[in-house]
């Protein structure tokens, strides 16, 4: 297994968020090229190069926006459902409940999903879901009216 492999998940992180105009001024006008680039291509942008070299592999608050630190919040916090629960829903999804246990993994399948489109794709539906919960709603419904009113009560 590659270094770059452990980068995999926080590039679809970055990517969605950056896809959804959850990045602050601060990370949009230090990395213009990376923004430019992903915006021209999606599928053929890897942010994980950029994540391990320019960022030493962390997603600092001051990177997002009000809403982008107040989604990361709840979704990075801790309790299911957040982002590392679902990536390692999508392992077992992936590999199936026999691989997925295997001692190959050694409790870490994520790390072994194929970097592909289709993994990012698998997360977004996912994501969006997360960012129209109610709790999220209540708690960033300043920063996200459009998104937290159509979602909030549904």
Known sequence: MEDITAYNHLDIYLRWCIEHQLMDEVFLERYPE????LQ???????????????LDGKLLRVYFNDAGEAFARYYYGGE??????????????HFGAERYHRE????????FIP??????DALPERLAQELGDATLAAECYSFLPEICAENAYD
């Open 104 to 111: 190959e993994f050694q409790d870490e399948a994520y790390l």
């Open 115 to 120: 970097f592909d489109e289709a993994y990012y």
């Open 34 to 37: 990376v923004v430019t680039r």
């Open 80 to 93: 299911a459902p957040y982002f590392p629960s679902d990536i390692d829903d999508y392992a077992l999804q």
């Open 40 to 54: 021209a291509d999606p599928e053929h942008t890897d942010l994980r190069p950029f994540l391990r070299d320019e």
